[in-house]
């Protein structure tokens, strides 16, 4: 019980730390990509910290449900993080309903802050629903597909014994279907990340943005919580792939040597898939809003493929 | 009629011959006819002059003359750009019936001119068909009207309770309103633009524009000439060597001198650097919008390395204080002369850096490609100007048609392309900016020792005078005339942006909105320069 409760408060703390750094590293790293300087990687933190002192400016039209999301985006996010696989494949909230209730719990998250959007009756935040429920609703079976494709070897949603078992059979790390499914949650983690070619996190033009529009209505410590929230959803999508996929390093069970590793594995196989994430973001324009159904249904066919091809081999 | 009339001359011989005594010649000169025609008889020779090959409605105007001559005069202003000058007619006005007789059904490009004209000067335009205002807005009374001579530049007016604007209703099954601005994200100034939208895809889209609307052709009226140099480069902040080079030239014009060649050439020179690193900015700033960083990146340094070179030889990164009247301020010392080769030179190997990213970007080009058209008939018809012209097949450029500056010994070569979409836009400021360094280059290489500033005279020769500039968003036009003491009485500027923006409605219907600000982009039309 001791141990349970270490580890849910470390896990937390990990997650909580780590989530904005990697938000900082890719922005650096796509600075020196573009020949800048860039921000300090720090300064996602101190983002935060400025966000959190500040007062809060709320629209008169605007009922509890707009106060009400940063919390709920903030909450689900965290305790989605406490069910990921992270340093070791021992997960604090193991039995509570795999990776079901990740992908659900995410979805009740944007659920909310679809609305809080819709809430505050400003022109962009509906564009911003529309547009995110319409990328949502394509990539969330296709991240569906490629996850099932995993837990069908497997043989469980349950994300610990998924790890652990993939963890058993290395040899499947180069099987067609694992590829597949890989490519097609790539695709989904860069759409879930409001990431180019899919959105631009670093525009200014509000009539191109997705997620931005959402959330532009906030300030202060509720744009704090919403903006952690956004990290902390980073890292799990992040988590997912680079342990469910390529579980090397990860701990089976809890000692401080098999911490030790797993952690560095962990930071490692992260900076590496962000590293990935912003040469992509840097080689590659934005697509047309219209051309990202056609991206996503390139992930989803992947997904579908993998899950086909999982029978076969 | 002499065998050695110019083509000029003779358009203008064959309005007056055509229209009788409604048309009488007021002064001559070798690039600038001014006549004067009845309010009547306008429609018709404006439509004539208008079906002539390349004979074209440059600007509507107005002035005030009540205080000397007891009437307002509407005065138009014909380019005739393949008989390399300018035809102004003049039509009086009654003080006490101010109405003329609209163009606008018949030739839409000035539109935004005439009613310009109603609500500064009080003078209405006779049926019009969108009468509503346009340059002032819904605080300000009816019946006050700033740029009118008995208006006094200081009065206060107590904001007043006018029914508000009306937009045109859009209407149907899910078609919705998307209101943006006036204030904007971003260091850019208000514009208010009303998007209906069906999902997606834009079914019309409202510009209002004049939030910063300065009077600043009433301030030219109030100083003494010297200063209003600087007035004129602060009338849009990019362009503001075109726009003092423009009202110096007019000056230069009415009073009858002559410029010395090496000024020419040195300002033909900053002329073309302020080009240069607009069109380089807005290359940059394309590839931004559609998320391409790499290419905006490389634009930013480039951009930089001029504003630089600029600050060297002006003291001024956006070439401010440089122009005079007469010439420019100071001549150039050998290690000034270097620094344009070597800086110009390095940038133009370097282009390249800017431009192959963007070719090679599969996904970039295909944000761009049929991206915003504009149809060519379309921006005909709305006296669409510059950049976006020759993106769309408008084969027009001051520079070649009427040349000023040293522009008569170099000429440019024009890049006009017909397909009139964001790549287009971008491909025509990618060839003009690769021009520009050449024509910079070589009016390096042909500065001659001389004189860079004649005096002004003490009794000019005229007293009104047109100024013509390519500036980089397109043509500049300033015609300013002179009063008794000395002051200018009447200075009206015509920056690009006035022609332009009536076009990116066009540019934009039946595009869906993520794809507005890099159609917008494309044009870059300036909010100042057209508010003034």
Known sequence: MKLWLAQVVLQLFLALGLSPFVSGFIRKLKAVLQNRRGPSLWQPYHDLFKWVRKGTVVSQQASWLFRATPYVSFLTALMVSLMVPMVTAVVPLSYFGGVLAVVYLLALARFFV???????????????????????????????????????????????????????????????????????????????????????????????????????????????????????????????????????????????????????????????????????????????????????????????????????? | MSELQSPLAAIAGDVQARFGGAVRLRDSRSREIYLEADCRSIQQVALHLCGLPNVRLAMVFASDQRPQESVFYIHYAFACDRAGGFLLIRIPIPADQPEFPSLTPSIPAVNWHEREIRDWFGIGPVDHPNPRKVATHDDWPDQVFPLRKDFDLMTRIPLCNRPRHVFRPVEGEGVFQVPVGPIHAGIIEPGHFRFSVAGEPILYLQIRLFYTHKATEKLFEQRPLANCVFLAESVSGDSSFSHATAFCQAIENLAGMEVPRRARLMRTLLLELERLYNHIADVGAIAADVGFMVANAHAMRLKERILRLNGQLTGNRLLRGMNVIGGVRWDWDFVQIEAVETVLSSVSREFELLTDPIFSSASTLDRLDNTGILQSQIARDLGVVGVAGRASGVNLDVRRDHPYAAYDEIAPKVTVYDRGDVFCRMKVRMDEANESIQIALEAINRLSEGPVRTEIPLSPARNYGLGYVEGWRGEILVWIQMGEDGRISRCKIKDPSLNNWPALPEAVQGNIIPDFPVINKSFNLSYSGTDR
């Open chain 1, 114 to 313: 679809a609305l809080a959007a819709l809430d505050t009756a400003s022109a962009f935040g509906g564009m911003g629903s529309s547009r995110e429920m319409t990328v949502s609703a394509l990539a969330e079976p296709a991240m569906m597909l490629s996850i099932f494709t995993v837990a069908l070897t497997a043989g469980s949603t349950n994300l610990s014994f998924m790890v652990q078992a993939a963890l058993q059979h290395q040899e499947r790390f180069l099987s067609p279907s694992h590829i597949l499914a890989l490519a097609a949650m790539f695709i989904v983690l860069i759409a879930e990340t409001g990431r180019l070619p899919v959105d631009n996190p670093a525009t200014h033009l509000e009539l191109t943005m997705i997620h931005e529009a959402m959330i532009l209505e906030y300030s202060g410590h509720y744009l704090a919580l919403v903006e952690w929230g956004t990290a902390l959803k980073q890292l799990v999508l992040m988590s997912l792939l680079v342990n469910i996929f390529f579980p090397v390093g990860i701990g089976g069970a809890l000692t401080a040597r098999t911490v030790t590793v797993g952690l560095i594995a962990y930071v490692v196989k992260l900076l590496l898939l962000a590293c990935v994430v912003a040469l992509v973001e840097t080689s590659n324009a934005k697509l047309r809003l219209f051309r990202v159904p056609e991206l996503l249904s390139i992930g989803f066919i992947l997904a579908a493929l993998a899950l086909a091809s999982s029978f076969i081999f």
